[in-house]
């Protein structure tokens, strides 16, 4: 099982971008699957998540600012990143397992993780 994400690279502040996340395998439907980011010197971040059935769950330094959604099959997801700052410089990994509610935010929840994808925003 893999997840193959897509879309980083630089932008400039204020910005936007999209990443993608591909599973290989359809009956990732069923999983919550999200995004968790890492910038150099500083701990794993939690960013957003969606459960199976389309619950949206944002860290607090992104709320207002990046959607995250699934497509029909449910085995691919999109991080629309707008207004992008400095601060969002990382990289970003995709995640898929099925934490319970509580542990959403929790990265031990998740079973699976992408290679991750580089975001440079410049100031």
């Known amino acids: 099982v893999q997840l193959q994400a897509f879309g980083g690279g630089l932008v400039q502040a204020g910005g936007s971008l999209r990443l993608s996340c591909a599973a290989s395998?359809?009956?990732?439907?069923?999983?919550?699957m999200g995004w968790f980011r890492q910038a150099p010197g500083k701990d794993r971040e939690f960013v957003a998540a969606i459960s199976w059935n389309g619950f949206e769950y944002y860290g607090d330094s992104v709320k207002g600012r990046f959607i995250i959604s699934r497509d029909n099959a449910g085995s691919t997801i999109f991080l629309q990143m707008n207004s992008l700052k400095p601060d969002d410089t990382a990289v970003y990994y995709c995640?898929?397992?099925?934490?319970?509610?509580?542990?959403?935010?929790?990265?031990?929840?998740?079973?699976?993780w992408g290679q991750g994808t580089k975001l440079t925003v410049s100031s």
């Open positions: 995640v898929a397992g099925r934490p319970i509610t509580s542990q959403i935010r929790s990265g031990p929840a998740y079973n699976y």
């Open positions: 395998q359809r009956t990732f439907g069923r999983y919550g």
